[in-house]
Structures are given as C-alpha cells and as structure tokens.
C-alpha cells in the first residue's frame, strides 16, 4: 500500500524558517520525481517544487532562492527547507509522486506575526 506521511509544519513568524519532511512508500519513492505542492484557502494547489531521482530540481518562481527541496534515498524520504518565510506562502503542503494521483493528509503551515 502506498503511503505519504507529510510532517513539520506550524506556526512561524515572517523571516522564519520550517523544514517540511515527507516519508514515503520505497515501492513508489524509488521510481518517481518528488513533488512538493500547497494549497492555500480558496485557492487551486500549485507545485512548488520537484526533485528526481538523481537530484534535478525544479521550483516555482514564488519560491526560488528561498526554498530547498532535498531527498533521501536510503530513508524514502524528501524534504523542504523553507527559509526567509512570508505570509503568502501560508498553506496546506503536501508531497506527491509525480503524475500519480497518492496524496498524504498535508502538514499546515502558517506564517504570521
């Protein structure tokens, strides 16, 4: 069974920093690009970034410079660094194996003062 247990959101200030983790399934991690998404309230889920399994990032323009995505092999597991946090990046996140339709609970974050 395909399992995505996301983890590491909360509450932090602006100019914060959270590091998100996602601890997947091996059967799926060991074949397809990670994503991480977000979904804020009223709005459609947007990619924030993605990372292969040889390491080749891509992020969202919003994100760039800010954002790390990183993933471990050994553990299944693929993270977010989120530095230099601002209220709009406040939302549910959740990771995802690309072009499949497995989806996690999500892990909130909410960056306010």
């Known amino acids: 069974q395909v399992q995505l247990v996301e983890s590491g959101g909360g509450l932090v200030q602006p100019g914060g920093s959270l590091r998100l983790s996602c601890a997947a399934s091996?059967?799926?991690?060991?074949?397809?690009?990670m994503g991480w998404y977000r979904q804020a309230p009223g709005k459609q889920r947007e990619l924030v970034a993605s990372i292969t399994i040889r390491g080749i990032t891509n992020y969202a323009d919003s994100v760039k410079g800010r954002f790390t995505i990183s993933r471990d092999n050994a553990r299944n597991t693929v993270y977010l660094q989120m530095n230099n946090l601002k209220p709009e990046d406040t939302a549910v996140y959740y990771c995802?194996?690309?072009?499949?339709?497995?989806w996690g609970q999500g892990t909130q974050v909410t960056v306010s003062s």
């Open positions: 091996s059967v799926i991690f060991s074949i397809y690009t």
């Open positions: 995802n194996p690309k072009n499949t339709n497995y």
